[in-house]
């Protein structure tokens, strides 16, 4: 039980973490205007943290 948990934090506490949407977003466009594209880039809800991380590829 307790090892699943580890895995959930260690996963996520190496994110950036946003407090809304529209920051995380906000985050994923100046990136791509730094470094040019990085590939497709999506916001997600965490639940572990109830933030808002940054991730790439895969689902819209
Ligand atoms: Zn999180």
């Given amino acids: 039980m307790s090892s699943k948990r580890a ?3 260690r996963s996520c506490s190496r ?3 946003h407090d809304t949407e529209a920051a995380a977003r906000e985050h994923i466009g100046q990136l791509h205007k730094r470094r040019g594209w990085q590939g497709y880039m999506n916001a997600y809800r965490c639940s572990f943290c109830g933030g ?6 895969g689902r819209p």
């Fill in 15 to 17: 994110k950036i973490r």
């Fill in 52 to 57: 808002w991380h940054v991730g790439h590829g």
């Fill in 7 to 9: 895995i959930r934090r």
